[in-house]
């Protein structure tokens, strides 16, 4: 099945720091990744939509440049946290869209990305 | 109203029951519906893709209804293993992009 690899999957980093995260379609060419944090005991809240050569579409309330995405390839998005802070402590998760035509096609995530600031 | 809801449980059920869950959307327009598994301080896992006709695999059978908008997933003879949270995503092609329910947390008791 589809794979999608996600690194480094923990980060323990002082306050002011800033943390870049990778998600690696390994098997297919992912024109769509996702970027979603997940706080203890919460459901996915989905952050932003990364498109491949283009700008990332992010939602409601997510700051643009704390969160950097890149999108450089039909392989590889990065997610950039910037100047992290405690509050950022969470749970990433980056998933990825195959470039079938089909209208079901799932998603699938990454290991995740713990991320723990001091 | 939320998008996408389902409720967070937890079901407590011996091993062997039956068990369903349903989660409800509320876009009409949504198009594509899956089903997926999180095990605590995992990433999710998708289970199955939910076809319009009704879909099984194995022990588990996912269905659509789109008149009332909701999906559900049927989980026979219970293992222990189930225990997990099973969460909902309706992906609208419009919005490009997917939408998650809070998911509902199973544990499977011996």
């Known amino acids: 099945g589809a794979v999608v690899s996600q690194h480094p999957s923990w980060v323990i980093c002082k306050s002011g720091t800033s943390v870049k995260i990778e998600c690696r379609s390994l098997d297919f060419q992912a024109t769509t990744m996702f970027w979603y944090r997940q706080f203890p005991k919460q459901s996915l809240m989905l952050m932003a939509t990364?498109?491949?050569?283009?700008?990332?579409?992010?939602e409601q309330g997510v700051e643009k440049d704390k969160f950097l995405i890149n999108h450089a390839s039909l392989t590889l998005s990065t997610l950039t946290v910037t100047s992290a802070h405690p509050e950022d402590s969470s749970f990433y998760i980056c998933?990825?869209?195959?470039?079938?035509?089909?209208?079901?096609?799932?998603?699938?995530f990454g290991d995740g990305t713990r991320l723990s600031i001091l | 109203r939320k998008e996408v809801e389902q409720d967070p449980g937890p079901f407590n059920v011996p091993e062997g029951a039956t068990v369903a869950f349903n989660c409800t959307y509320s876009n009409s327009a949504s198009q594509s519906f899956f089903w997926y598994r999180q095990d605590c301080r995992k990433e999710p896992k998708l289970l199955m893709s939910v076809y319009s006709s009704g879909n099984e695999d194995g022990r588990f059978t996912a269905q659509l209804n789109r008149a009332s908008q909701y999906i559900s997933l049927l989980i026979r003879d219970s293992k222990l293993s189930d225990s997990a949270t099973y969460l909902c995503?309706?992906?609208?092609?419009?919005?490009?992009?997917?939408?998650f329910g809070t998911g509902t947390r199973l544990k499977v008791l011996a």
């Open positions: 998933s990825a869209r195959g470039s079938g035509r089909t209208s079901n096609q799932p998603q699938h």
């Open positions: 990364s498109n491949e050569g283009s700008k990332a579409t992010y």
């Open positions: 995503a309706v992906y609208t092609s419009g919005t490009y992009k997917y939408i």
